[in-house]
């Protein structure tokens, strides 16, 4: 039987989704554990550590339909974990901002995420790791 590579084996979607499903089959169990779904953790992930942003770009930023992350902010606001406030330079636009509540829930997750990112990756030389993220930034932004 002669073994033919296969489209999918070299099919760049493929191999992200692969390589997404890796990363985050483990993890995901933890954000849930923490009461997240994984809209919720990325939306956290996002803000944690970020100036207010607007919804659309915070929808942008998280991979998410506008409508989704609107009405998913406003629930997040809900449970202390999100606030919204007037945009200073254009008052007719609202900005989304983690509370602290929503810090103190994120930063642990932040630090796992850290945690099994490195054990991911480990099969990697720190150059590989830092050419991987740099290429994947790369094909981001196209």
């Known amino acids: 039987m002669t073994t033919t590579r296969r489209f999918i084996d070299d099919y760049l979607g493929y191999l992200l989704g692969q390589a997404n499903h890796a990363l985050y089959k483990d993890f995901d169990a933890q954000v849930r554990a923490a009461g997240l779904s994984s809209i919720e953790w990325r939306v956290l992930a996002t803000l944690h550590d970020s100036d207010p942003v607007t919804i659309s770009q915070l929808a942008h930023e998280v991979l998410s339909k506008q409508p989704t992350v609107t009405k998913l902010v406003q629930r997040m606001c809900e449970q ?52 991987l993220k740099n290429l994947l930034a790369k094909l981001g932004t196209r």
């Open 80 to 131: 202390g974990w999100l606030d919204l406030l007037a945009d200073p330079a254009d008052q007719r636009r609202t900005l989304v901002t983690v509370t602290a509540a929503g810090r103190r829930l994120a930063r642990p997750l932040v630090e796992l995420a850290r945690s099994h990112e490195a054990s991911v990756l480990r099969s990697l030389a720190p150059r590989e790791q830092s050419a």
